[in-house]
């Protein structure tokens, strides 16, 4: 660590500017924000710097600078084109044990200024020690997007309550429960949408109501299986969990975003591998949530898109759990995209039709003549065992045998396999098919060719193999 973060604290102290320019203008800005007195030595100085010291609300020491103007400062930054006057002040600072920071100079700098997103009383600072101020601003408007303007107020308001809050709720363990629940609920929403009012209503019928040994479900889709298509919420979720229940398709590298001291089990259902009924993930959900466990429920793609997420949710339901439901992109979309077969479009599809490969042994059968429409898009999930009846039924009610159809596996991930054919291939693609996969019955399967852009490891050594051979 090159230098060691802190937050000072510079309210009504004196902090001595030199230089009186445009840099000069944004330090001393910074500067005001942080209610220090400012005092500038310039020989001119900027339009913005003049306005402030004809309202008084900086003063201008004096045109040319001498040491003894650091005499009674907290510290002092040099913004000056001078080389040889910063080198002086640099000096002069160091002689009297005061923080300096020469702007653009880091080796004459006792502390430096970081990249600061402001939520006050929230504040984030980032520094690369220097080496790379892009690569930190960078950082800085991906955090920006991401920390909701109210952040500040929420943690206002929140201060006000700690003191009630911790004279009712004296575990520390009920607390942090407490203000999880808070952050990521009502609360939350109440203050992003400017009702602080409500907002402290809401804080405190939960202390009222609030049962620390009650936990609750969250249901969280996991995506298609890349960990940057993970939505934010469901990482808040991750990181907050006490227990974790997972499906096979979710991806290890989302696995590795949930919080380390979290318990982590394996629930999935899968061709060939011992599987967990689902009745027996619907008790479990319950007992650990009933002990005021925070339960995520993990799901590969949506939740409710053939996840059975409305099912454990209707066994919550009847045992009085709380819930709530993350979403996530579905496979159908994260496939398709990763994939270059946009699922609608103008000129081919009107419409696409999700539906799964197989139904509970006493459901209905599928209308085929309505999926074998022509210009839609048909996304069929859990469709590879079923390929060869999938692609003669849908023939047979008159989808056009040179239909093209795309078989997607292990979508999103470095692993990406794509089969592309036509609809009377499709029992002989999937033979070849890795699973989990997806299947894309369309016209704009078509558009595949020219649309793909995500360069698998599997598209590379098919390239490879293709140039020995034409060798």
Same mark, same amino acid.
């Given at each position: 660590m090159d230098y060691l973060p802190l937050f000072a604290d510079i309210r009504q102290r004196p902090v001595l500017v030199v230089g009186g320019g445009e840099v000069a203008a944004r330090k001393v800005a910074l500067l005001k924000k942080a209610g220090a007195i400012i005092k500038i030595v310039a020989k001119n100085i900027h339009p913005e710097l003049q306005i402030l010291q004809e309202n008084h609300e900086i003063e201008w020491l004096a045109k040319n600078f001498s040491p003894e103007q650091l005499d009674h400062v907290f510290l002092v930054i040099a913004a000056t084109n001078d080389s040889l006057l910063n080198q002086q002040i640099y000096q002069a600072a160091e002689q009297r044990h005061r923080l300096v920071n020469v702007v653009d100079d880091q080796q004459k700098c006792s502390f430096i200024f970081p990249s600061i997103v402001d939520r006050a009383p929230v504040t984030l600072a980032l520094s690369s020690a220097g080496t790379s101020?892009?690569? #930190?601003?960078?950082? /800085?408007?991906?955090?920006?997007?991401?920390?909701?303007?109210?952040? *500040?107020?929420?943690?206002?308001?929140?201060?006000?309550?700690?003191?009630?809050?911790? $004279?009712?709720?004296?575990? +520390?363990?009920?607390?942090?429960?407490?203000? $999880?629940?808070?952050?990521?609920?009502?609360?939350?929403?109440?203050?992003?949408?400017?009702?602080w009012e409500a907002a402290e209503k809401t804080l405190a019928e939960q202390?009222?109501?609030?049962?620390?040994?009650?936990?609750?479900? +969250?249901?969280?889709?996991? *995506?298609?299986?890349?960990?940057?298509?993970?939505?934010?919420? *469901?990482?808040?979720?991750?990181?907050?969990? @006490?227990?974790?229940?997972? @499906?096979?398709? #979710?991806?290890?590298?989302?696995?590795e975003m949930i919080r380390r001291d979290a318990k982590k089990i394996c629930v999935g259902k899968r061709a060939g591998h011992h599987?967990?009924?689902?009745?027996?993930?619907? /008790? /479990?959900?319950?007992?650990?949530?009933?002990?005021?466990?925070? #339960?995520?429920?993990?799901?590969?793609?949506?939740?409710?898109?053939?996840?059975? *997420?409305? $099912? $454990?949710?209707?066994?919550?339901?009847?045992?009085?759990?709380?819930?709530?439901?993350?979403?996530?992109?579905?496979?159908?979309?994260?496939?398709?995209?990763?994939?270059?077969?946009?699922?609608?479009? /103008? @000129?081919?599809?009107?419409?696409?039709?999700?539906?799964?490969?197989?139904?509970?042994?006493?459901?209905?059968g599928l209308d085929w003549a309505t999926l074998a429409r022509p210009h839609q898009t048909l996304v069929i999930y859990m469709g590879v065992m079923n390929a060869g009846k999938i692609s003669e039924a849908l023939i047979k009610h008159g989808r056009k045998a040179d239909t093209p159809v795309a078989i997607i596996a292990h979508a999103t991930l470095p692993n990406q396999q794509i089969l592309n054919g036509r609809l009377d291939q499709l029992e002989s693609l999937a033979k070849q098919a890795e699973t989990p996969a997806l299947l894309i019955i369309g016209e704009v399967g078509g558009l595949q060719s020219d649309l793909s852009w995500f360069s698998s490891k599997t598209d590379k050594e098919d390239t490879k193999s293709s140039l020995i051979n034409l060798a």
């Open positions: 101020p892009v690569l #930190v601003r960078m950082l /800085r408007e991906k955090l920006e997007a991401l920390l909701p303007q109210s952040l *500040g107020k929420m943690a206002e308001i929140a201060g006000k309550w700690r003191p009630r809050i911790k $004279e009712k709720l004296p575990a +520390i363990k009920d607390r942090r429960l407490f203000w $999880e629940k808070a952050f990521n609920g009502l609360f939350a929403h109440k203050v992003a949408s400017g009702d202390l009222e109501k609030d049962n620390p040994k009650q936990g609750e479900i +969250i249901l969280v889709g996991a *995506g298609p299986g890349d960990a940057g298509l993970l939505t934010l919420r *469901g990482l808040q979720a991750l990181q907050q969990a @006490d227990i974790v229940l997972y @499906d096979y398709l #979710v991806s290890p590298a989302v696995l599987s967990v009924a689902q009745e027996e993930t619907n /008790r /479990r959900l319950i007992e650990w949530a009933q002990q005021g466990k925070k #339960v995520v429920r993990l799901k590969g793609g949506d939740p409710f898109i053939f996840g059975r *997420g409305g $099912e $454990e949710l209707q066994a919550a339901k009847q045992a009085s759990i709380p819930f709530q439901v993350v979403p996530g992109i579905t496979a159908a979309s994260g496939a398709a995209a990763y994939a270059g077969i946009p699922l609608t479009h /103008r @000129d081919y599809s009107q419409n696409v039709v999700f539906i799964t490969g197989h139904c509970q042994k006493d459901g209905n």
